[in-house]
C-alpha cells in the first residue's frame, strides 16, 4: 500500500471506530491517526533500505509480535498528556497498516500473506535492497504511476477512486477535522 492508501484506509477505520462511541474523530486524534498509519513504514524501510538491519522493508514495527507493546506504550503516552484517544488513535492507526499490508495484495491479484507480519519467525527474504530510501521510493512510485498510465491495472485504479471519493466523503460527514488544528496557527 501506498503512504495515502495506508492514510485512507486507517481514517475509514478510525472513523467507524469514534463513530461507535458516539463522536466524529478530533483533529489532534486525526494527526496521531496519520503518523500511526505511517509508522510501520517510517521505522521499517529505513531499517532495510538505508540500514540493511533487515533483508525487506517488512521488520519489527510490522511484526504482530511487538504490537502489543507499541500499544501499551501508546496507550500510556497518551493518558498521561491527557489525551486517551490519541492512543486509540495510534493503536487503530498502526493496526489498519498491518492489515492493509496483508489484504492489499489480493486487489492486486496476489495470494494472502501473513509471512510481513511474523518478523522474526519469518525473515521475509528477498533481494537484498541496492539502492538507498530515496531512489527504492522514486522506482517505486515512477512503476505504479506506468501502472496507472496504461490502464493495465483497472481493478486497482477503480479502487484507488472509490476509496478516494469514500474517504472524501467521510472525512466531510465528519468535519473534514484536523483542517481547523492545522489553520489555527496561521491566523495568529
Not at 156 to 170: D, H, R, S
Request: aromatic share 14%; no cysteine; proline share 7%.
Amino acid at each position: 500500500m501506498w503512504p495515502w492508501e495506508h492514510l485512507a484506509f486507517g481514517y475509514v477505520l478510525y472513523s467507524l471506530f469514534r463513530h461507535t462511541t458516539g463522536r466524529s474523530p478530533t483533529g489532534p486524534e486525526v494527526f496521531v491517526l496519520a503518523a500511526a498509519t505511517q509508522f510501520p513504514d517510517l521505522v521499517d524501510k529505513p531499517l532495510s533500505w538505508t540500514f540493511g538491519v533487515v533483508p525487506t522493508g517488512y521488520g519489527l514495527a510490522h511484526s504482530v509480535f511487538l504490537v502489543p507493546v507499541f500499544a501499551v506504550a501508546a496507550l500510556l503516552l497518551a493518558k498521561r498528556l491527557g489525551g486517551v484517544m490519541w492512543g486509540a488513535a495510534f493503536v487503530v492507526g498502526h493496526l489498519s497498516h498491518l492489515v492493509g499490508d496483508v489484504i492489499y495484495p489480493l486487489v492486486e491479484g496476489d495470494a494472502l500473506s501473513f509471512d510481513p507480519l511474523l518478523w522474526p519467525l519469518v525473515n521475509n527474504t528477498g533481494a537484498a535492497p541496492e539502492a538507498g530510501s530515496l531512489e527504492l521510493v522514486v522506482y517505486y512510485l515512477a512503476r505504479w504511476l506506468v501502472d496507472i498510465v496504461r490502464l493495465d491495472v483497472s481493478l486497482l485504479l477503480a479502487f484507488e477512486l472509490a476509496l478516494a471519493a469514500f474517504v472524501f466523503g467521510l472525512w466531510a460527514y465528519d468535519g473534514f477535522p484536523g483542517v481547523a488544528t492545522a489553520v489555527r496557527p496561521l491566523r495568529r
